[in-house]
C-alpha cells in the first residue's frame, strides 16, 4: 500500500460544502507568496486547491480550513488536470534560477509569448515549503505546508480579452472592490464532478447528515439519478465519527 490515498479533499465552510454540491468548485483568486532571494512577489492565482492526505490525517487540517469537505477520486483529478504542487525552499539556488531565467526572457524578448506564458505556468504551481500561515483560525510563523500534499486546478485560461488572467499582483487586490471584480470576471468558470466522482462528503456533526441528505436531494434531483442520489447518501461522514473511528 502507498503512502499516497486514492481520494483528494477540498475542505471549506458549511455554506461553501453546499455551494460545491450544488454547483461544482468555482474558481477564486488566491493568495501566495512567492518567496526567494532575489525579488519576492505576492500574487493571486485562480485556482481550487486540495490536500492528498489520507482520512485519517485531516483532523488538524480541518482545524484550519473548515470541518466540512468533498473527497473526490484521483482518477478525477487526472482527468482534469489537476497537479501536486512544487515545494521549495526560497534560499535554494533552483528557485533564483527559475525566477531569474523566467526574467530574462521576458525583458530580453528572445522566446515567443506563448512559450513565455507556458513556462510562467510553473508559477501557478509553487509553493514555499514552510512559512507563515494567518487565518481566521489559526496563526502559525513557521507552517509546514509540505505536509498538506498540495493538489491544484489552476484556471486554464489565461487570457480574458487580451487581458492577462493567469495571476495578479497582490497589490492590486488590496480592496474588497478589486477582488469583487477579479472573481467577476472568472465567476463562470467551474471545476466539474460527477456523482461517481464523489468517494467522502464530510459533515462537522452526526446530526447534520440528514440536513446534507436533503440538500443534495432537493439540489440534484433532477440532476442525478435516483440512484446516484442514493449512493451519495451512504458517502455523508461526519468528523465527529472520523476522529472517533480512524
Not at 51 to 66: M, R, V
Not at 114 to 125: A, E, G, K, M, P
Not at 142 to 166: M, Q
Request: glycine letters at 4%.
Amino acid at each position: 500500500m502507498g503512502l499516497s490515498p486514492s481520494t483528494l479533499f477540498h475542505f471549506t465552510s458549511k455554506d461553501g460544502l453546499k455551494g460545491i454540491l450544488s454547483d461544482n468548485f468555482k474558481i477564486f483568486y488566491c493568495k501566495e507568496k512567492l518567496k526567494h532571494s532575489i525579488k519576492p512577489i505576492e500574487v493571486a492565482i485562480p485556482m481550487v486547491s486540495f490536500c492528498d492526505i489520507k482520512l485519517s490525517q485531516i483532523t488538524e487540517h480541518i482545524e484550519k480550513y473548515g470541518h466540512y469537505g468533498i473527497g473526490l477520486t484521483k482518477e478525477w483529478a487526472y482527468e482534469n488536470n489537476l497537479n501536486p504542487v512544487f515545494y521549495y525552499n526560497p534560499h535554494s539556488e533552483l528557485v533564483d534560477n527559475i525566477f531569474t531565467t523566467l526574467r530574462k526572457l521576458k525583458e530580453e524578448k528572445i522566446i515567443e509569448i506563448n512559450d513565455y506564458l507556458n513556462l510562467s505556468r510553473i508559477i501557478q504551481y509553487h509553493k514555499i515549503y514552510e512559512g507563515e500561515l494567518k487565518t481566521e483560525k489559526v496563526d502559525y510563523d513557521n507552517y509546514r505546508f509540505a505536509d498538506e500534499r498540495e493538489w491544484r486546478y489552476v484556471l486554464p485560461e489565461l487570457f480574458i480579452d487580451k487581458d492577462f488572467i493567469g495571476w495578479i499582483l497582490n497589490s492590486n487586490l488590496s480592496t474588497d472592490i478589486q477582488k469583487k471584480e477579479a472573481n467577476f470576471r472568472i465567476e463562470k468558470s467551474r471545476l466539474v464532478f460527477e456523482p461517481k466522482n464523489i468517494l467522502y462528503i464530510i459533515v462537522k456533526k452526526e446530526e447534520e447528515i440528514e440536513e446534507f441528505i436533503n440538500h443534495i436531494t432537493h439540489s440534484k434531483g433532477k440532476t442525478f439519478s435516483h440512484f446516484e442520489i442514493e449512493r451519495l447518501k451512504t458517502r455523508i461522514v461526519s468528523c465527529e465519527r472520523i476522529v472517533n473511528d480512524f
